[in-house]
């Protein structure tokens, strides 16, 4: 068989080079969506059909509606492969795959690559550090916790994304609070020991829990920071054959053999604790990295995430060797905001180091490319300088995920 079904699913409005280069390899591609996208500009040349969630779609009577959906399409139409584009389709992949018995990552992998508690309680039994944490299941365990370890803590959903949702309390008290508040919903969360230091993100490809391409990164300014800081978003590649990148790749790799990774993109956290300069475990997601990390990643090695994930997944569903991409090693740097203006005038960043521009309302946004790291730094702190000063604007962190 060399022609291959693909079910790509993505309720955010992502992964376009993932589905044109399934059509290229040959593949027939269909996309599972949410309504409210229905009008969105997917790359229809690459989509065979496309199918609807309702909005929102996570409720169990929603995800049972889904089954039963696939299943009359499915008497028409050959599926071989289910691939999730976005953190929040990672748990519809799994029982779509259990249900129908398709390859791939199943409902307890996949938890490991969505459930915070999990990723956290898998890694501490693989002896991988990871900051203190309790889930909040048993009241007395809960305060024995918080009596044994120092302030602040996080409140976290385990399975929102970025900074979504995310509590800082710094008392006993004030942590009591917040957990009670949470009423029934509150097993659906978890604390942990909030610890400052420098966090890393590792992006990469993967073949049976071993990564064959990475690329690893540090934020200048982190997701939370930005969140609930009201900050700049930046980040920037590190050198690829710097005893912090080896670090990371190794650490990477025993994380993904011990979640069960068996092939996928990937995108992880890590971070250095200030208070002992040791590397903990923060998350992992079984996807390519957003907020635009794919495209840095490509302005720093000339390598596609999106596309190299679509040459994965056929390769290892055909049983064909896959042939990792060659890195071209340069440096790049991302930085990123919220802008007052509708559509920012960006005509004023004129350096040639320029490799992407964002083109999004109330949004502003670079890519910068460099052999030299030290002038990616450089322009880096002179944009978000000039950002705030231009700018610059700054929104609630969200209760809840948007499109």
């Known amino acids: 068989m060399s022609q291959l079904s693909f079910l790509c699913i993505a309720t955010f409005f992502k992964g376009h080079e993932f589905m044109r280069t399934c059509k290229e390899l040959g593949n027939t591609v269909y ?20 199918f609807y969630l309702p909005s929102p779609s996570n409720a169990p009577q929603d995800l049972d509606r889904m ?17 999730a584009l976005d953190d929040f389709d990672v748990e519809k992949g799994a029982l779509i795959r259990e249900t129908f018995r398709i390859d791939g990552m199943g409902q307890t992998t996949s938890r490991y690559f969505r459930d915070k508690l999990a990723m956290r309680t898998r890694a501490a039994a693989a002896g991988i550090r990871v900051p203190a944490f309790s889930p909040l299941f048993h009241d007395e365990t809960i305060t024995t916790f918080l009596q044994t370890t120092e302030a602040p803590w996080l409140i976290k959903p385990r399975s929102e994304a970025s900074a979504t949702g995310i509590r800082k309390v710094h008392s006993l008290e004030e942590a009591w609070s917040v957990i009670h508040s949470l009423g029934d919903s509150r097993h659906q969360y978890l604390i942990e020991q909030f610890k400052p230091g420098k966090v890393y993100h590792v992006d990469s490809l993967s073949v049976e829990g071993r990564s064959v391409f990475s690329r690893v990164s540090q934020y200048l300014a982190t997701p939370m920071e930005v969140a609930h800081g009201g900050g700049v978003f930046r980040t920037s ?4 054959d710097s005893l912090e990148t080896t670090a990371l790749r190794q650490l990477n790799d025993q994380v993904l053999e011990a979640f069960g990774m068996r092939y996928s993109a990937s995108h992880s956290e890590y971070i250095r604790g200030d208070h002992d300069g040791e590397l903990y475990f923060l998350e992992t997601a079984s996807r390519v990295g957003g907020a635009h990390i794919a495209e840095m990643v490509e302005a720093a090695s000339g390598v596609n995430l999106w596309r190299e994930w679509a040459k994965l997944e056929t390769a290892m569903a055909l049983k064909e060797h896959y042939v990792p991409p060659v890195d071209q090693p340069s440096h790049a740097g991302l930085i990123v905001s919220l802008a007052r203006q509708q559509w920012p005038d960006l005509s004023g960043f004129t ?20 052999d ?15 950002i705030y000063q231009e700018f610059h604007a700054s929104a609630p962190v969200p209760e809840k995920p948007t499109n």
Request: hydrophobic letters at 40%; zero cysteines.
């Open 31 to 50: 996309l599972l969506t949410d309504q409210k996208l229905a009008q969105a500009e997917w790359p229809h040349e690459a989509i065979a059909e496309m």
């Open 237 to 240: 590649t590190l050198p690829i």
């Open 67 to 83: 089954i039963v959906g696939l299943a009359h399409a499915m008497r028409s139409r050959r599926i071989d492969r289910v691939v």
């Open 372 to 386: 030299d790291r030290e002038r990616i730094q450089y322009l880096l702190d002179d944009y978000m300088r000039r």
């Open 351 to 370: 350096e040639p180091e320029i490799y992407w521009r964002m083109n999004k309302e109330h949004h502003v946004g670079l890519i910068v490319r460099s």
